[in-house]
C-alpha cells in the first residue's frame, strides 16, 4: 500500500511538470458580452476597481466589436481614475477618443482626461507639500488643455460648467507659477528674464488676480534695466487698472509677507 501512494503522488508530480500548472478558474468564459459587462459594472459598484478592469478587459479581448467593448473601454478609463491610476486613466480616455471621435460620450472621455491629470496634480501637492504653483507646471497646462478641448468641442456638454470652472483655477495656479518663476529672476539679478515671464501673464492670463503683482515686477525690472519709458508706460497701466494698489499707497505695511513689498526696496 505505502508503494502505491507513493507511485500515486510520483505520477500526480509528472503530471504537474508535463501539463504545467492548473489554469485559474475564469467565471466569465462562455458568458455573453452583456453579462461580462454586468459583471463588471457590479464591481464597480462594489469598488472593487481592478476587478471590474479585468472584467472591462476581458469583455473588450474576446467581444472587440460592439456597444459593450465601447461602453467597456470608457468604463476602464473612468475604473483606472477610481483607482488613483491617473497616467493609466489618461491613456484609456486617449485610446476612446482616437477610437470614437464622434460617440455620443465623447466629451466625457475629454472631461475625464483633464480631470484625471488635475487630481494627479493634487496626489502630487499632498505627497510633496508643496504649493501648486512651485512646480513643473506642465502637467496644469495638460489639464487645462483637455478641459479647453472639451469646452471649445463641446461647449453644450453637461460637464463643460464644471470644467470652465476647473480651468479658471488652473489659469490662476499657471499664472502664479510664472510669478514665482519671475521673483525667482528678480532675486538672480536676471531683469530682462524676469520681464518675459510678466509679458507671458498679461499675454496669456489676462483674467487672473496675478496681473497686478506681474505689472508691479514689470516696473521694476525696467526700472532696474534703465528702461524709464517703458517703467513709466507700464506704471501707467497699472495705475489705470489697480487704482487702489498698494503700490500707490502713502503708507507702507510692516508685514513681511506682502506680496509687493519685496520691491519697494527698488523706489
Known amino acids: 500500500m505505502k508503494y502505491i501512494l507513493i507511485l500515486t503522488f510520483t505520477l500526480l508530480l509528472n503530471a504537474c511538470a508535463i501539463f504545467g500548472e492548473p489554469t485559474e478558474f475564469d467565471d466569465t468564459k462562455g458568458l455573453p458580452a452583456e453579462r461580462i459587462y454586468q459583471m463588471g459594472a457590479e464591481k464597480m459598484i462594489d469598488k472593487d476597481y ?24 470608457l468604463e476602464t478609463a473612468y475604473a483606472h481614475y477610481k483607482n488613483q491610476d491617473p497616467v493609466l486613466a489618461v491613456a484609456a480616455a486617449d485610446r476612446f477618443i482616437k477610437l470614437h ?61 464644471d470644467a470652465s470652472q476647473r480651468m479658471v483655477y488652473l489659469a490662476n495656479s499657471l499664472a502664479e507659477s510664472e510669478l514665482y518663476i519671475a521673483r525667482y529672476y ?19 492670463y489676462p483674467q487672473t488676480p496675478s496681473v497686478e503683482e506681474a505689472l508691479v515686477i514689470q516696473i521694476s525690472a525696467y526700472g532696474l534695466l534703465g528702461l524709464d519709458d517703458l517703467k513709466n508706460d507700464t506704471m501707467r497701466v497699472l495705475q489705470k487698472n489697480y487704482p487702489d494698489s498698494a503700490m500707490f499707497a502713502k503708507t507702507t505695511p510692516t508685514d513681511d509677507r506682502v506680496w509687493w513689498k519685496f520691491w519697494e526696496s527698488l523706489y
Open 50 to 73: 481592478p476587478k471590474a478592469i479585468e472584467y472591462f478587459n476581458k469583455l473588450e479581448s474576446r467581444f472587440p466589436h460592439g456597444r459593450y467593448a465601447t461602453q467597456a473601454q
Open 101 to 161: 471621435p464622434n460617440h455620443p460620450n465623447v466629451d466625457y472621455a475629454y472631461y475625464l482626461k483633464g480631470l484625471a491629470i488635475f487630481t494627479e496634480r493634487g496626489i502630487l501637492e499632498k505627497a510633496t507639500k508643496q504649493q501648486i504653483s512651485d512646480r513643473d507646471p506642465r502637467s496644469l497646462r495638460d489639464s487645462f488643455m483637455a478641459f479647453k478641448d472639451l469646452v471649445t468641442r463641446y461647449p453644450k456638454s453637461r460637464y463643460a460648467k
Open 186 to 204: 528678480m532675486k538672480r539679478q536676471a531683469y530682462l528674464a524676469a520681464v518675459n515671464r510678466t509679458k507671458y501673464v498679461l499675454e496669456n
